[in-house]
């Protein structure tokens, strides 16, 4: 891989301080004292990807957490409902996945209150992690914002499982919060990528947390 390359990727896995720092109401990492880390999934749920994530989660004894998009909750009630059942928490990640650079911040609010009448969590992560300023402070009276602190770019073409797998690897350490797709763009490498991970960190001795069991943590950010 070129250097250029690599940092650009580098700088989208693990967003650098200064970016944290200007959004400081805004959730990038949980303040743990223990070895856990928190896997998360934007975008489903969908047929060919939700089953799977959640058979492979269950075989290592693994919460998550789901960022769902509104249209696939209405399309899918009861891959909706098997991820609630399987104790993994939710959140809203907009009804038809916008981009907030790219929409006006009426519309866009709108969109995440549709989602949120099928979805009831307070957990928000807008799609591309892009809102507009004015969008970002209407929807904080009513959500939390959760972003990351480790990207894993499973949805890049350019990239190899094995890359997905090192981009997590270098950079998530104890609470970080770390982004995976749910979805077919990220299928051929998260299929190989996910189970490695989980065996990485179990046998590390991490457990795998929702974000909804550390509720009182995230109150008080």
Same mark, same amino acid.
């Given at each position: 891989?070129?250097?250029? #390359?690599?940092?650009?990727?580098?700088?989208?896995?693990?967003?650098?301080?200064?970016? &944290?720092? /200007?959004?400081?109401?805004?959730?990038?990492?949980?303040?743990?004292?223990?070895?856990?880390?928190?896997?998360?999934?934007?975008?489903?749920?969908?047929? $060919?990807?939700?089953?799977?994530?959640?058979?492979?989660?269950?075989?290592?004894?693994?919460?998550?957490?789901?960022?769902?998009?509104?249209?696939?909750?209405?399309?899918?009630? $009861?891959?909706?409902?098997?991820?609630?059942?399987?104790?993994?928490?939710?959140?809203?990640?907009?009804?038809?996945?916008?981009?907030?650079? &790219?929409?006006?911040?009426? #519309?866009?609010?709108?969109?995440?209150?549709?989602?949120?009448?099928?979805? /009831?969590? #307070?957990?928000?992560?807008?799609?591309?992690?892009?809102?507009?300023?004015?969008? &970002?402070?209407?929807?904080?009276? /009513?959500?939390?914002?959760?972003?990351?602190?480790?990207?894993?770019?499973?949805?890049?073409?350019?990239?190899?499982?094995?890359?997905?797998?090192?981009?997590?690897?270098?950079?998530? /350490? $104890?609470?970080?919060?770390?982004?995976?797709?749910?979805?077919?763009?990220? &299928?051929?490498?998260?299929?190989?990528?996910?189970?490695?991970?989980?065996?990485?960190?179990?046998?590390?001795?991490?457990?795998?947390?929702?974000?909804?069991?550390?509720?009182?943590?995230?109150?008080?950010?």
């Amino acid at each position: 891989m070129v250097p250029g #390359k690599k940092l650009k990727i580098s700088l989208l896995v693990s967003p650098p301080k200064w970016i &944290r720092n /200007r959004f400081k109401r805004t959730i990038w990492h949980i303040p743990v004292t223990d070895r856990s880390v928190f896997f998360t999934f934007d975008d489903g749920p969908i047929p $060919e990807m939700t089953p799977w994530i959640l058979q492979t989660l269950e075989k290592y004894h693994a919460l998550a957490t789901f960022f769902c998009v509104g249209e696939n909750v209405q399309r899918y009630p $009861e891959l909706f409902k098997q991820i609630q059942s399987a104790g993994h928490a939710i959140g809203n990640h907009t009804y038809s996945h916008l981009n907030g650079y &790219r929409t006006g911040w009426r #519309k866009y609010v709108r969109d995440v209150y549709r989602a949120h009448r099928l979805i /009831r969590s #307070k957990l928000f992560r807008p799609p591309y992690g892009r809102t507009r300023l004015i969008a &970002r402070e209407v929807l904080l009276t /009513r959500f939390k914002f959760i972003q990351w602190d480790v990207l894993s770019m499973d949805y890049d073409s350019q990239l190899n499982a094995d890359e997905v797998v090192k981009n997590v690897i270098d950079h998530a /350490r $104890e609470g970080s919060i770390v982004v995976f797709h749910d979805n077919l763009k990220a &299928r051929d490498r998260l299929k190989k990528a996910l189970p490695e991970l989980l065996e990485y960190y179990t046998a590390k001795g991490f457990t795998f947390k929702s974000l909804i069991e550390n509720q009182h943590l995230i109150s008080n950010i």
